[in-house]
């Protein structure tokens, strides 16, 4: 059971849904109905699943519906047609027909919100506002005080908890925003382009520790933003959105790899594949590498003994050359130069463009033990170029 689940959902904003429904279903367009009813089309038949642990991020430039459809999923924007399942226990709750009663329910348990603007509380201290949300479920002060400190402690504010907002930087106030989320401790995070406002340096730090929080606490997080890079960044799954509707939904890397308009391929045009793509999209395939006398011959260069799927040995210019392993987390500094090195089938790009700069020679992939294919600067320069991707058609 995913823990959001949107079939088929239209959003209108206006005086004549009904008409400007059908003029949808005819096929016109957002301008044509405007033009036509006076009504703003803020999201077209958009489908969409989010699993539970997911961050799954809708993009698209302002506009775009992107906002607009977040804020149905809390019950913020009311839902012309289709349906909004949020996950509550066993059970799914529409949220474009659930009473007052269950909506209130589902905001206070279930979904929590941080926006863009902070929405802090000027009047209050760092401690009031986290614990704000608690205090309105009726919680004791003593817990909820314990609480909100716990959460000020994982986002590295508690020596900071009696102050009031306006004497933090924009970038502590949006940890501020965060904590006062996180401890709710809802299964549904809502983030309506929580950084935008702030510096680089700030965002991509505040990136950083998102991703790290999430780490630990696995929420379901559905995040908004007009940044490609900062969406490929943090998000397990992106969903990019063009005039209200969902144009492409894919895992990050299928995004860059294949997007599925021009519409998308300009956004992927001004990506740095180093921080999307992984070894495995770029490698060629070992049963593609020409063989001859037993041996792998990656390049004019380079050649591999390989038996069984094991690297058994290499030879560059007809000299042999050493083979170490790496895995995340070691130094590559540490690796011999002029070695093959053996690498996890999902490397970084990053990683194995530092990796082949140290080492001189091309990396050889290995899944489960077993080599599976190679990474050489041919491979590189075509990532690095844009020519990983061709448009499905």
Known sequence: MPMVQIEHLDIVFGNQMRESLRLLDKGMSRPEILARTGDVVGVQDATISVEEGEICVLMGLSGSGKSTLLRAINGLNKVARGRCLVKDGERMVDMAKCDENTLRHMRTN???????????????????????????????????????????????????????????????RQRVGLARAFVMDSDILLMDEPFSALDPLIRSQLQDELIELQKRLKKTIIFVSHDLDEALKIGSK???????????????????LNPATEYVEKFVAHTNPLNVLRGNALMTPIDQVAQLDGWYHVNEHLSLDIQDGQLKAASSHGQNVAISQWHEGMAIEDMPEQSVVTVPVDVSMRDAVEIRYHTKLPLVLERDGKCVGVLGDHQFYHALLGKHFSRAS
């Open 110 to 172: 279930r979904v929590s919100m941080v926006f863009q603007s902070f929405a802090l509380m000027p009047w209050l201290t760092v401690l009031e506002n986290v614990a704000f949300g608690l205090e309105m479920q009726g919680v004791p002060k003593k817990e909820r005080e314990e609480r909100a400190n716990k959460q000020l402690k994982m986002v590295g504010l508690y020596d900071w908890r009696d102050k009031k907002p306006d004497e933090l930087s924009g970038g502590m």
């Open 238 to 256: 992106i969903a990019i959105m063009e005039s209200a509707r969902i144009i492409q939904e894919d895992v990050p890397e299928q995004i860059v």
